[in-house]
């Protein structure tokens, strides 16, 4: 009945059916699917109508996000503001400090944990990390 209806509206058969006997049960495909309840029903509008509704939105899962409207969304987000910039750049620089402390605190803790005597160039870094943190 489908294919006939089809003919009647376009003038030419139907020839993608194995595409949609694929197609059908995708995430996609599933809500145009559903059968969708009519205005003209015998059944009065009471508990069992909330009921069905209910359970078909359940149903159904959220499709997930199409590609042009992630697109979109990252594209916009290059619009932000030059406050936001800098706050991400004064938290980097603060990031960057700390990573250098810490290093330069790692050095000296190995220089001081040497037992043999130091060389000149260790005795100097030392003591140049010992004025600048203690």
Request: charged fraction near 30%; charge should be positive.
């Amino acid at each position: 009945m489908a294919h006939d209806i089809f003919y009647s509206d376009h003038n030419i058969k139907f020839n993608l059916e194995h595409a949609w006997c694929v197609l059908r049960f995708e995430q996609k495909w599933l809500s145009l699917n559903t059968p969708k309840a009519s205005g003209c029903s015998k059944r009065k509008n009471g508990e069992t109508g909330s009921q069905a509704s209910s359970t078909n939105v359940s149903d159904h899962e959220i499709r997930p996000e199409c590609v042009k409207a992630a697109k979109s969304k990252r594209n916009s987000a290059k619009e932000k503001s030059l406050a936001e910039y800098t706050s991400i750049w004064e938290t980097k620089k603060e990031d960057l400090a700390m990573k250098e402390r810490l290093s330069k605190l790692a050095i000296l803790d190995t220089l001081l944990a040497k037992k043999e005597p130091l060389s000149e160039a260790e005795e100097v870094v030392k003591n140049k990390l010992l004025a600048q943190y203690f």
